[in-house]
Antibody, heavy 121, light 107 residues
């Protein structure tokens, strides 16, 4: 079955970096792009960007440009998302999600379980 | 960015009720709309894509309709496991954007 399994919760200080992994299985890794979506406590869903698992092309949300990097490791079918210069308002649950079909803006048909990133001094 | 506005923000309903949630886009998105269900502490789950196509494994009591700027999600007979928050998402234009969510609560 299709699974996206994310790394565990992280606690970071302001200004630090965090790297979250998303290991996929159950499908052809390079056939589907992966998006990252985050959700601040008690808030809605915010798209962060996506990466093509086929060629590594990326597209990031404008507000995160310069602070976020998404990469892939095709040998392990894993996607990584790093956020640098963390601020308190980066505290959120971060989700990876598979993009269904040919459109890269969604929809998102399979999701990881989420990774809580807490930014606190 | 395209703004997605859901209404109502919350709805109280009983088991067996018919529930309708609306989603309006700030500009036309054709049929590039998806609906998700999210339960507390869980990842969102895709229910509907392309405005009206039911994702595999989703019960047929869920249905979607609309095109352009106005869309609806209907639950024909609310079940206990349907109490959750529902989000719409446009997939027509970068960046993809979500509605603010509609919480379906027990009456």
């Amino acid at each position: 079955q299709i699974q996206l399994v994310q790394s565990g919760a992280e606690v970071k200080k302001p200004g630090a970096s965090v790297k979250v992994s998303c290991k996929t299985s159950g499908y052809s890794f390079t056939s589907y792009d992966i998006a990252w979506v985050r959700q601040a406590p008690g808030q809605g869903l915010e798209w962060m960007g996506y990466i093509s698992a086929y060629n590594g092309n990326t597209n990031y949300a404008q507000k995160l440009q310069g602070r976020v990097t998404m990469t892939t490791d095709t040998s392990t079918s894993t996607v990584y998302m790093e956020v640098r210069s963390l601020r308190s308002d980066d505290t959120a649950v971060y989700y990876c999600a598979r993009i269904r079909g040919i459109g890269v803006a969604g929809p998102f048909d399979y999701w990881g379980q989420g990774t809580l990133v807490t930014v606190s001094s | 960015d395209i703004q997605m506005t859901q209404s109502p923000s919350s709805v109280s309903a009983s088991v067996g009720d018919r529930v309708t949630i609306t989603c309006r886009a700030s500009q036309g998105i054709s049929s590039w709309l998806a609906w998700y269900q999210q339960k507390p502490g869980k990842a969102p789950k895709l229910l509907i894509y392309a405005a009206s196509s039911l994702q595999s494994g989703v019960p047929s009591r869920f249905s979607g309709s609309g095109s352009g700027t106005d869309f609806t999600l209907t639950i024909s007979s609310l079940q206990p496991e349907d109490f959750a928050t529902y989000y719409c998402q446009q997939a027509n234009t970068f960046p993809p954007t979500f509605g603010q969510g509609t919480k379906v609560e027990i009456k």
